[in-house]
């Protein structure tokens, strides 16, 4: 009888689900955490020796460990129990922390999550074989509680919340302990409007300048064009790129946005083009200013084809993608911005890994990194917002 090939079974499969059940019947292990990672997780060892993480724990943490993940190299388990807890551990404000996909790091005092974000910074350019600049200037937040300008809330019936960590239960809140209180103010009135929608919904709450906050009901994250989440933070970064750009050259703002990074420099820089998929529609601030509305690469291929921006160099570029950085397109994006005669780069990243390695790209191309700076833009969390001044 010949077997029905479409019976057998995938042998990783096999082996996936062997694993898991071995797992999943295997017992607690005992760690001691004693660094952080820079996805957030507490790292210790296990009795072989193996890199273990762990959400929610701290350097000096002795804790019980359920693993989900057991690989040759390395390892990931969910806290189960703190069994001695590190003597640095701070009480967590919040009662949906550890539940709430938002913060990771609540329980660790803020000059650790400071210390441990610059850290983290440090090493992944050392791993990408970037040499250091003389010196890496830190702008830790003032503000650690109450910074966020915009929130995305999600509801249903009488709640209202965030959703859990890669997931879409809701985890439903009564205040959010990173939002600003004038967001945190406005929640119950908008639990009940929420209540008339049959089904879950989503809002985005966004504070405005006149400290009222504007919603947004069922539509993309930042349908209204993307704005830096912590305001004291985002001044701090203008003011250091505005050091950096040099005077009278030119200025090109890739994925600029609305300009948050570039209208501040309009009156010492002779014209500017703001490059975004979602610029403002119809505003231009001033007359040497360009929005342009779409991708940057196609747009910077064009301009090295037959655009204007060619014969006018030397550039400055101020870069600041999304979080995954520039990904597939950064080597072709440094080759455009050489042949566009850009002279000086500042890029702007808010993960770190990314970031590190466009930064290689730069430097593969005969860029050199002359300073860095890192914000910490999203205290209580792992993420942190970076910059670096290169030249060529
Ligand atoms: C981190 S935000 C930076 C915005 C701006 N620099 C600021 O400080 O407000 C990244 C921006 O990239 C834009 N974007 C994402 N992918 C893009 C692409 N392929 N081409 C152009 N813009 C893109 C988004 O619309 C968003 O405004």
Not at 36 to 58: H, K, Q, Y
Request: positive net charge.
């Amino acid at each position: 009888m010949t077997k029905n090939p479409m019976r057998r079974k995938n042998p990783q499969k096999k082996s996936t689900q062997h694993a898991l059940h071995n797992l999943h019947n295997s017992r607690p292990i005992i760690v001691d955490i004693i660094d952080l990672s820079r996805g957030g997780a507490g790292f210790g060892r296990d009795e072989n020796g193996r890199a273990t993480f762990v959400p929610f724990t701290m350097p000096g943490d002795k804790v019980k460990v359920k693993l989900t993940t057991a690989k040759s190299k390395y390892a990931e388990g969910n806290l189960l129990d703190i069994i001695e807890p590190s003597s640095k551990r701070v009480d967590a404000p919040c009662k949906a922390f550890t539940k709430c996909g938002g913060c990771q790091w609540q329980h660790i005092p803020y000059d650790t999550q400071w210390e441990t974000k610059k850290q983290g910074v440090i090493n992944s350019l050392s791993l990408n074989n970037i040499k250091l600049p003389a010196a890496i200037e830190g702008f830790p937040a003032e503000s650690t509680w109450h910074y966020r300008n915009r929130v995305q809330l999600r509801g249903y019936k009488d709640e209202i919340g965030f959703y859990a960590n890669q997931s879409n239960t809701l985890v439903a809140i009564e205040q959010c302990e990173i939002a600003h209180a004038n967001i945190n103010s406005t929640l119950s009135s908008v639990k009940e409007k929420g209540k008339e929608f049959k089904k879950p919904y989503k809002v985005e709450l966004n504070l405005l300048l006149d400290g009222t906050v504007a919603e947004t009901w069922n539509d993309e994250h930042a349908s209204s064009g993307f704005r830096q989440v912590n305001d004291d933070q985002n001044e701090k970064l203008k003011a250091w790129i505005s050091e950096l750009i040099p005077d009278n050259q030119p200025l090109l703002d890739l994925y600029g946005g609305a300009g948050n990074l570039s209208i501040p420099l309009m009156d010492r820089v002779p014209e500017i083009h703001c490059v975004d998929s979602s610029t403002p529609e119809n505003e231009q601030p001033a007359a040497h200013f360009h929005y342009h509305r779409a991708a940057v690469e196609p747009w910077l291929q064009q301009q090295t084809a037959n655009g204007k921006i060619k014969q006018q160099g030397p550039w400055t570029a101020l870069i600041d993608p999304p979080r995954d950085g520039l990904g597939k397109t950064g080597e072709t994006i440094v080759q455009y911005l050489k042949q566009l005669n850009v002279t000086a780069v500042v890029l702007v990243g808010c993960k770190t890994d990314p970031w590190s390695r466009d930064i290689a790209h730069f430097i593969e191309q005969g860029w050199k990194l002359k300073k860095v700076a890192v914000l910490d833009f999203f205290p209580q969390t792992y993420h942190v917002e970076s910059a670096a001044f290169l030249i060529r």
